[in-house]
C-alpha cells in the first residue's frame, strides 16, 4: 500500500516543480512579452487606468490622456489627429497601437525598465503614477504646409534636416482619424475599423514608411552617385541614344525627352532624365557598384532609429538588361518615401547619411529627461566634394531641367523628379526629391495615383510644388 503512494507523491512533487519551475520562468524571462502581449485585457486594463504621456510638436500636445467618464479612468485624445496620424499612429483598446504610440509603448504607459525608479518613488511617495511625455522632432508648420499641398491625392510627404537626421514633416495621404479608434466606446471603435478597413485608399497605410514603391528616376541620384564615386565627373560623356535594345533582349528602352544627341554628359543626362544614359551608365558600372552605393545610402537595411520603416531593396543578382533598369529605378527596385528623402539628405550632407528620427526628447512627468536622441551619423555614402558636384547637378536639374516647378525663389534648392510606371494599366507614381540649403531640408515627395503622363517634368509638375511649399513653411 505505502508503495502506490510514494509513487503518487513522487509524481505530484515532479508536476509541482514543474510548476514552479515554469511560473519562475515566466516570471524571470517571458514577464516582458506577456504584458506586451495585445491579447492582455488585464495588461490593457491596467494601462486605461493610469495617465498615459503626452505626444508634443513645440509646447502643444497632438496626443494625450484625458479624464473619461464611461468605462476607463482615461481616455487618449488626438488633437488635429488626421494631421499627425502618419506620426502619432493610435491608442486602442482592441486594436492595440501604431506609430510612436507603439514604438514608445512602455515609456508613455510608465512601465520601462529606465522608469522603475521613479515608480517606486512614486508607490513610497502615495504619487499617481504617469507615463512619459514625447517631444517630437517635427516642425508645425512644414507638417500643414505638406499636409495642404498635397490635398486629396494618395501619397507621401517625408521633410528631414539633412544635418541631423530629424523629420521635420510625415505626411501619408490619405490620413485617417486615432480618435475614432482611440474612443472608449469600444463599439464606435469596432465600427471605426471596420470602414477604415474596408476603404479602398487605405488609410491606415502609412505610405511614408511601411510602402515600398518603384523610385523611377529619382533613383539615377543613386546611379549618379556610383559614377562619381566610380572616378567619373559630372562632365564624363555617357552614350545616349534616343532609344536602345536591351542587352540579351528585344526589349527597346526609349527617353520621353530629346537627350540632346547621341552622347549626353552625366550633368546633362540628370537635368532631362536621359534614360537610355542612365541604364547605359548602370550596365558600364555594373549591377554590383550600383548595389554597393544604394546600400551605402540605407537600402537593404532597416535604417535603424524610432520610425521602425519597411527596408528598400536594390535586387540581389540581376542581370545586365535588369541592371540596366534598376539604374533607372525599374525592374525590383523599392523604396520608401523615407528612403528617397535620405539619399537626397546624404548628398546635401556632403556624403554623410544621418540616421532619420522623429523623437528628440522623452520626458519624465517632472520634465526630466529620460532620453534623448542625438545626431547619429549612419554612413558615409560619398567623398565630399563628389557629393558637392552632385549637389550641383542637382541644383541644375531644378534651374534648367525637369525639376523648374520645385524653384522656391531666394533660396538655392536642387532635386530630382521622377514617374515610374508600374501598371501599365494605371496610373504611374510621382516623385520629387531634394535639398534646400536654407533651411537645411531634404525632402521626397511622392505622389501614388499621379493622372499624368510618364515624362518626369510631367511628374515634376505635380509633385515639385508640394516640395516648394514645405520648403517656403519653413523659411
Known amino acids: 500500500m505505502n508503495h502506490p503512494i510514494r509513487r503518487v507523491a513522487l509524481v505530484a512533487a515532479m508536476m509541482f516543480f514543474a510548476l514552479l519551475a515554469n511560473l519562475s520562468y515566466s516570471a524571470v524571462f517571458r514577464d516582458a512579452s506577456l504584458d506586451a502581449d495585445s491579447r492582455n485585457r488585464r495588461t490593457r486594463d491596467a494601462e486605461f487606468a493610469m495617465e498615459r504621456g503626452a505626444i508634443l510638436v513645440g509646447s502643444t500636445p497632438i496626443a ?13 485624445g488626438y488633437a488635429e489627429g488626421p494631421l499627425y496620424a502618419a506620426a502619432t499612429g493610435y491608442y486602442s483598446y482592441d486594436f492595440a497601437r501604431a506609430g510612436l504610440e507603439s514604438s514608445y509603448n512602455t515609456q508613455l504607459s510608465g512601465t520601462d525598465d529606465s522608469q522603475a525608479f521613479g515608480r517606486l518613488m512614486d508607490t513610497v511617495t ?155 551608365l548602370g550596365i ?59 539619399v537626397a539628405a546624404g548628398i546635401a550632407n556632403d556624403g554623410q547619411v544621418m540616421q532619420p528620427y522623429l523623437v528628440q526628447e522623452v520626458r519624465n512627468p517632472d520634465l526630466s529627461v529620460l532620453t534623448s536622441n542625438d545626431a547619429r551619423e549612419l554612413e558615409r555614402a560619398m567623398d565630399t566634394d563628389n557629393a558637392r558636384a552632385l549637389k550641383q547637378m542637382m541644383v541644375n536639374v531644378v534651374t534648367n531641367g525637369t525639376g523648374t516647378a520645385a524653384r522656391v525663389g531666394g533660396i538655392t534648392v536642387g532635386g530630382k523628379t521622377g514617374t515610374a510606371q508600374w501598371d501599365l494599366k494605371k496610373n504611374p507614381y510621382a516623385w520629387f526629391v531634394g535639398f534646400a540649403e536654407e533651411p537645411h531640408v531634404a525632402i521626397a515627395v511622392f505622389i501614388e495615383d499621379a493622372q499624368v503622363s510618364r515624362s518626369d517634368i510631367a511628374g515634376g509638375r505635380l509633385a515639385g510644388p508640394v516640395f516648394a511649399a514645405v520648403v517656403e513653411s519653413m523659411r
Open 64 to 76: 494625450q490622456t484625458k479624464t473619461s467618464k464611461g468605462r476607463f479612468k482615461y481616455n487618449r
Open 126 to 280: 502615495g504619487k499617481k503614477p504617469a507615463g512619459a511625455s514625447l517631444q517630437t522632432t517635427l516642425d508645425a508648420k512644414a507638417q500643414r504646409a505638406a499636409s495642404q499641398a498635397l490635398g486629396t491625392r494618395k501619397g507621401a510627404v517625408v521633410a528631414i534636416d539633412y544635418r541631423t537626421g530629424a523629420v521635420k514633416a510625415l505626411v501619408s495621404k490619405p490620413s485617417y482619424d486615432p480618435n475614432e479608434l482611440a474612443t472608449t466606446d469600444l463599439t464606435a471603435a469596432q465600427q471605426a475599423w471596420k470602414k477604415l478597413n474596408a476603404d479602398p485608399g487605405r488609410p491606415l497605410v502609412n505610405r511614408a514608411t511601411k510602402e515600398t514603391y518603384p523610385p523611377g528616376s529619382t533613383f539615377k541620384l543613386v546611379t549618379a552617385a556610383a559614377a562619381l564615386e566610380d572616378g567619373r565627373t559630372a562632365d564624363s560623356t555617357v552614350a545616349s541614344p534616343a532609344s536602345m535594345t536591351l542587352p540579351q533582349t528585344s526589349t527597346k528602352l526609349s527617353n520621353e525627352v530629346d537627350c540632346g544627341g547621341a552622347t549626353s554628359t552625366i550633368d546633362h543626362a540628370l537635368q532631362v532624365s536621359c534614360n537610355t544614359a542612365f541604364a547605359n
Open 284 to 342: 558600364e558600372l555594373g549591377a554590383d557598384k550600383v548595389r554597393e552605393q544604394a546600400e551605402k545610402f540605407g537600402f537593404d537595411s532597416s535604417l535603424e532609429g524610432d520610425l521602425n520603416p519597411a527596408t528598400s531593396r536594390f535586387p540581389a543578382s540581376p542581370d545586365k538588361p535588369q541592371t540596366a533598369m534598376s539604374a533607372i529605378g525599374q525592374f525590383d527596385v523599392a523604396a520608401t518615401p523615407l528612403q528617397m528623402a535620405v
